[in-house]
Nanobody, 120 residues
Framework: QVQLVESGGGLVQPGGSLRLSCQASGSDFSRYFMGWYRQAPGKQREMVATISRGTTTNYADFVKGRFTISRDNARNSVFLQMNSLKPEDTAVYYC??????????????WGQGTQVTVAS
């Protein structure tokens, strides 16, 4: 069973930046798509960004141009660089392991989440 551990959340002022990290257990990290999702209070969990086994990325429209997802397969890690943060980015951010192919199903492999709060 894969374990995903997020870190890097915190309180930041509007316009600021944060970098989230997700460390995955196991030796087959590079085989899987990875993603970042978020859930704000009272709202459904939503996709923020995904990355293929290589470098192909996909972003939700509300973060395009502000957030960047990347991965380091040697370190079993995926990152989310968040710039120009807005109060509406406040949420718990979750790391998720995806399928091994682009047409595969995203299973229920989640981290515990890390809180991001954007406020002045």
């Amino acid at each position: 069973q894969v374990q995903l551990v997020e870190s890097g959340g915190g309180l930041v002022q509007p316009g600021g930046s944060l970098r989230l990290s997700c460390q995955a257990s196991g030796s087959d990290f590079s085989r899987y798509f990875m993603g970042w999702y978020r859930q704000a209070p009272g709202k459904q969990r939503e996709m923020v960004a995904t990355i293929s086994r290589g470098t192909t990325t996909n972003y939700a429209d509300f973060v395009k141009g502000r957030f960047t997802i990347s991965r380091d397969n040697a370190r079993n890690s995926v990152f989310l660089q968040m710039n120009s943060l807005k109060p509406e980015d406040t949420a718990v951010y979750y790391c998720r392991r995806g399928p091994s192919v682009s047409w595969g199903t995203w299973g229920e492999y989640w981290g515990q989440g890390t809180q991001v709060t954007v406020a002045s």
